[in-house]
């Protein structure tokens, strides 16, 4: 389908891309997920549906557990939506592909921010985005990806201790090679 303010993340060990959630258009968030062969780019079966419709959400893939997870995101694009602090976790069971709620909810609400995947220390970081109303943040907070804490609801994620130097929302974010999150564009107010 087409769609806007989505978020894609590339497993890269079973060589697909999920094209997550986001707006058709009709003022209002859709849970399809769509799934395509990395080398022939053709769709590869059903990609199972979110269990919340999520617009400018994030996901990343993590390839300690072999998971495409989604957090946050809003019910719709405009300013006032419904602003998520769960998230969602991809896996093959029972012969069946789905998604699955974490238990772990994020500190702050977040729409339009950006997922990182730490390799290094196997956490995956949330950063910046928008939080209802007219917040828009620029914090940070992580989550490690350990069953353990994913299933731990109140002690799960953990705000960073330093702010960006600005607020960003359409912020896009990743690892380099030093070790350090870069967080890059976005707009301190939609």
């Not at 891309?17 to 769509?34: D, H, K, L, M, S």
């Not at 069946?96 to 970081?125: C, E, F, I, Q």
Request: hydrophobic share 40%; net charge negative.
């Amino acid at each position: 389908i087409a769609r806007s303010a989505l978020a894609c993340a590339y497993d890269w060990k079973a060589e697909e891309i999920f094209v997550i959630g986001g707006w058709t258009g009709n003022r209002e968030a859709v849970a399809n997920v769509e799934i395509f062969d990395a080398n022939s780019f053709d769709l590869k079966g059903d990609g199972a549906a979110l269990k919340l419709p999520r617009c400018f959400l994030s996901a990343a893939f993590d390839s300690s557990l072999h998971h495409v997870f989604a957090f946050g995101g809003a019910d719709s694009l405009f300013q006032g939506a419904d602003v998520y602090d769960s998230g969602e976790y991809f896996l093959n069971v029972d012969g069946g592909r789905k998604w699955r709620l974490v238990p772990a909810k994020m500190k702050t609400r977040r729409a339009g921010h950006a997922a990182a995947y730490d390799s290094r220390r196997n956490r995956m970081y949330q950063v910046g985005g928008y939080g209802g109303d007219t917040l828009y943040h620029d914090s940070m907070e992580w989550v490690d990806l350990t069953p353990q804490r994913l299933a731990s609801v109140n002690d799960g994620f953990v705000q960073c201790e330093s702010n960006m130097s600005v607020k960003r929302t359409g912020v896009g974010a990743g690892f380099g090679p030093d070790g350090c999150i870069y967080a890059v564009g976005g707009s301190p107010n939609g």
